[in-house]
């Protein structure tokens, strides 16, 4: 990693996002791969509501995944359905 606080952090062979700062995952949405920025914190964030109605989880999640990502107003109900299964998936993981 390179840089420093005024130039910012960069990779120094690439010049792009050293790997150890990437938060972005990949989900499928409407059946295409989308990168989503901080999902695993946003999954944690969730989590701990102790929310057991899926369209209030789907509610909390769209709403902290767009904080940190662009959602076309047209594709929310799409978003809310990818991002609802994928945190169950990643709860099946981590539990």
């Not at 904080?67 to 990643?90: C, R, W």
Request: glycine residues 10%; proline residues 3%; hydrophobic residues 30%.
């Amino acid at each position: 990693m390179g840089g420093n606080e005024s130039d910012g952090n960069y990779c120094t062979i690439c010049g792009g996002i050293p790997p150890d700062r990437i938060t972005t995952k990949r989900v499928l949405i409407d059946g295409k791969e989308t990168g989503i920025d901080h999902l695993d914190w946003i999954v944690d964030e969730v989590k701990k509501l102790g929310i057991t109605n899926d369209t209030r989880l789907a509610e909390e999640l769209l709403k902290r995944v767009q904080q940190f990502n662009y959602v076309p107003t047209k594709k929310t109900d799409v978003y809310a359905s990818g991002l609802l299964a994928e945190y169950k998936k990643s709860r099946e993981k981590r539990d």
